[in-house]
């Protein structure tokens, strides 16, 4: 059964995702042995057609995706004033959550879009973020960068700190990206959910 259609049953509202699956590709995950930037091999095409989670409802699922929710979805469920002004991951190419033990905003960004953030609602929100002290670490295109001013944010805005760092022959690092990106062989692997 799919996901809308066990909520359905449950009498739980269609998930608010609306086919993101940032969350279930952009990250490691050690539950699941996944590398970041590599699609869970859970990923599954739901009663509506949108991809989501095989696993929903089944115990099989990690604590950790059960528990998880980026910043968009917890204020849409909990009808946060901020529900209105985080845009969807979808359309800002790009989720972010607070993490609470290094009190900082950590964001991850798709990097088949990864300019299109800043020209979307999150720029303020970040920015505000920033003026109030809290760190932001970015997660962008196999490189980690941690951001502690204001100035060193507007910075990011201004400029393609990852083409930059390219352009220079720097590293990356993050090793799974290189290796997740690359074109994949057409052959559905065997143990993969996604039918
Ligand atoms: S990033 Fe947010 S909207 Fe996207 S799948 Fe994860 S929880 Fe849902
Ligand atoms: S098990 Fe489900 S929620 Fe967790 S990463 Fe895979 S598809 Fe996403």
Known sequence: ??????????????????????????????ALDKPMYRPCGYIAAQASGAPGCGLFGAPERPGTCRAY?????????TSHPDRRRI?????A????????????????VDPDRPLAW???ALVEIFRSASVAGMPLV????GRRM??????????????????????????????SFEAERAPQPSATSSGSAIP
């Open 69 to 77: 929710e980026c910043a968009y979805l917890t204020a849409q469920r």
């Open 93 to 108: 190419g790009a989720y972010f959550h607070k993490d609470p033990l290094e009190n900082a905003l950590v964001v991850f």
């Open 138 to 141: 970015i997660f962008d295109r």
């Open 146 to 175: 941690t951001i502690r001013t204001p100035r060193h944010y507007e910075e990011i805005l201004r400029r393609d700190m990852v083409a930059f760092a390219d352009a220079q022959g720097m590293p990356r690092e993050i090793a």
């Open 118 to 120: 800043k020209s979307s």
């Open 87 to 91: 845009p969807h991951p979808l359309d």
């Open 1 to 30: 059964m799919g996901e809308a259609k066990r909520k359905a049953k449950l009498g739980v509202a269609a998930s608010p995702c609306r086919g993101c699956t940032y969350c279930c590709t952009l990250p490691e995950i050690l």
